[in-house]
């Protein structure tokens, strides 16, 4: 069946970077995604990737895609307290219905100065 | 922008109670979802929407129906609600499936049920 696996937590200092890690397992899926959820808001997309990279940079974000080990990671360079936030990974396999997005259960990552 | 507006930020019902959680969107997105949202379990699809007077079961549809009788908005409805219930409710839309997957996430309603 479907499933998007990440870890809950994250603690990092302030100018480290941090990684983010999630594993799916459905190696049909054409997007994958990294939403973020800030305290007492909804989510926000964050950036994506298509199936067919392995690799996508925007700014301070990195995103990694390994096909092979179905494992997708986030990279955020130069951590800040703003980025004190949730962080879902999501997925939408080529055969769900609808193009439902199936989301992990987030990571929670805690920026320390 | 797009704007996805949830009517209720915080609320508090008994055992029993009829709830409803309204969303309304000015985008003139075709797909609307109900997730809920909680520790540990992430987001899971309790219903979506294509269309006016369409609806589909998500993942999670017991004890929850909805109804879509406008374009711009969504409602979820819980005939009697139970404390296992007690969650975040989040509203999203999409402008169609071939919009990808970039939804737009309402700030969310926190249902308390005593």
């Known amino acids: 069946g479907e499933d998007v696996e990440q870890s809950l937590f994250l603690s990092v200092r302030e100018g480290d970077s941090s990684v983010i890690n999630c594993t799916y397992t459905?190696?049909?899926?054409?997007?994958l995604y990294w939403y973020k959820q800030e305290p007492g808001a909804g989510l926000q997309l964050l950036t994506y990737?298509?199936?067919?990279?392995d690799m996508k940079q925007d700014q301070r974000l990195t995103v990694l895609l390994n096909k092979k080990d179905k494992h997708l990671s986030l990279r955020i360079a130069d951590t800040q307290t703003g980025d004190s936030a949730i962080y879902f990974c999501?997925?939408?396999?080529?055969?769900?219905?609808?193009?439902?997005?199936?989301f992990g259960q987030g990571t929670e990552l805690s920026v320390k100065p | 922008d797009v704007k996805v507006t949830q009517s209720s930020r915080y609320l508090v019902k008994r055992t029993g109670e009829k709830v409803f959680l309204e969303c309304v969107q000015d985008?003139?997105?075709?797909?609307m979802f109900w997730y809920r949202q909680d520790p540990g379990l992430g987001l899971r699809l309790i219903y979506f929407?294509?269309?006016?007077?369409?609806?589909e079961k998500g993942d999670i549809p017991e004890g929850y129906s909805v109804s879509r009788e406008k374009k711009e908005r969504f409602s979820l409805i819980l005939e009697s609600a139970s404390t296992n219930q007690t969650s975040m409710y989040l509203c999203?839309?999409?402008?169609?499936?071939?919009?990808?997957?970039?939804?737009?996430f309402g700030e969310g309603s926190r249902l308390t049920v005593l």
């Open positions: 999203a839309t999409r402008p169609g499936l071939a919009g990808g997957g970039e939804l737009f």
């Open positions: 459905d190696s049909s899926s054409t997007y």
């Open positions: 990737i298509f199936s067919n990279m």
């Open positions: 999501a997925e939408i396999p080529i055969y769900n219905q609808g193009g439902k997005l199936i």
């Open positions: 985008m003139d997105h075709e797909n």
């Open positions: 929407s294509y269309d006016v007077k369409m609806k």
